[in-house]
């Protein structure tokens, strides 16, 4: 239990903050494309979300979690978490947003704090499973 206590006290706030990195990499790519490109903003987003993808990729297998699986497993790996994540994400901002009535800001914030933990353990336990250094 300690050291599980003290992987989570090192990689928890790694983890989120390689999603603060990720997010921004994604808006100032999409804030980038349209603005100076003009891009139409779905492709730039898509493109800005390509990078922030990469980025919390490359920042979790290096620095939250020493990864030292194979990027064959994990990239696909990855990929699968990201699309349980975006569903997740859908379903939890749809009962806070519709269901509750919350204003989408409030939802949206409240499904991004509600995530952090399972969207944690997914990628510790199973995207990156247990190959910390």
Do not use: C, D
């Not at 995530?115 to 250094?133: C, D, N, S």
Request: glycine share 6%; no cysteine.
């Amino acid at each position: 239990m300690i050291e599980f206590t003290r992987v989570v006290h090192r990689s928890l706030p790694l983890y989120v903050g390689a999603g603060g990195i990720a997010t921004a990499s994604h808006y100032a790519v999409t804030t980038i494309a349209v603005e100076a490109g003009h891009i139409r903003p779905v492709l730039a987003s898509a493109a800005g979300f390509a990078v922030g993808a990469l980025i919390k990729y490359w920042l979790n297998y290096t620095v939250a979690f020493r990864s030292t699986a194979r990027h064959s497993v994990a990239s696909v790996r990855f990929a699968v978490a990201l699309a349980v994540l975006f569903a997740l994400n859908a379903v939890v901002f749809a009962l806070l947003n519709e269901g509750l009535n919350l204003h989408y800001l409030i939802a949206q914030v409240a499904t991004t704090i509600i995530l952090i933990w399972p969207g944690y353990r997914l990628h510790r336990q199973w995207v990156f499973r247990g190959a910390e250094r």
